[in-house]
């Protein structure tokens, strides 16, 4: 059986379509598929379902471990990112340590930052610890920030 290796993103790609900068989703972008209300209609369609998981790997773009000056995203903490035509979003992830001071707050910061996309209903963080985390699953962006390159 295969190790998951964690999602890397290219280094030059700017955010995906429909956020800011800083992981808040564009009003247009969230209301593109909402009704007037605010609500959505489940199931998504598969592009939309496309467009939330971008919008998810922006929003964990702006989560860190408060001892390191790296998003995890970019430290390759995250294995793996589900999203759900039912607008449930699936994270399995995992930490520099088992002993990472942070180890509590990480996830309860990936569940908030994640669920505040309106798109997205309920957010599962998974910590695993297979395969453990290495230097190898940093990006070159983490790797030059961390003077590791």
């Given at each position: 059986?295969?190790?998951?290796?964690?999602?890397?993103?290219?280094?030059?790609?700017?955010?995906?379509?429909?956020?800011?900068?800083?992981?808040?989703?564009?009003?247009?972008?969230?209301?593109?598929?909402?009704?007037?209300?605010?609500?959505?209609?489940?199931?998504?369609?598969?592009?939309?379902?496309?467009?939330?998981?971008?919008?998810?790997?922006?929003?964990?773009?702006?989560?860190?471990?408060?001892?390191?000056?790296?998003?995890?995203?970019?430290?390759?903490?995250?294995y793996d990112v589900q999203v759900q035509p039912?607008?449930?979003?699936?994270?399995?992830?995992?930490?520099?340590?088992?002993?990472?001071?942070?180890?509590?707050?990480?996830?309860?910061?990936?569940?908030?930052?994640?669920?505040?996309?309106?798109?997205?209903?309920?957010?599962?963080?998974?910590?695993?610890?297979?395969?453990?985390?290495?230097?190898?699953?940093?990006?070159?962006?983490?790797?030059?920030?961390?003077?590791?390159?």
């Amino acid at each position: 059986m295969s190790q998951p290796e964690p999602i890397q993103q290219n280094a030059t790609s700017s955010p995906p379509e429909g956020t800011t900068p800083t992981g808040g989703i564009t009003p247009s972008a969230a209301s593109e598929q909402a009704n007037p209300d605010g609500t959505f209609n489940y199931p998504l369609a598969p592009e939309h379902v496309e467009k939330v998981k971008d919008r998810v790997i922006e929003a964990l773009q702006n989560v860190y471990d408060p001892e390191i000056p790296v998003n995890i995203f970019e430290l390759g903490l995250i294995y793996d990112v589900q999203v759900q035509p039912s607008g449930d979003v699936q994270i399995k992830m995992t930490l520099t340590s088992p002993a990472c001071p942070a180890a509590q707050e990480i996830p309860v910061d990936v569940r908030v930052k994640v669920g505040r996309i309106p798109e997205v209903k309920q957010v599962d963080v998974q910590i695993v610890w297979d395969p453990p985390w290495g230097p190898n699953f940093m990006s070159e962006v983490a790797k030059v920030t961390l003077g590791m390159m």
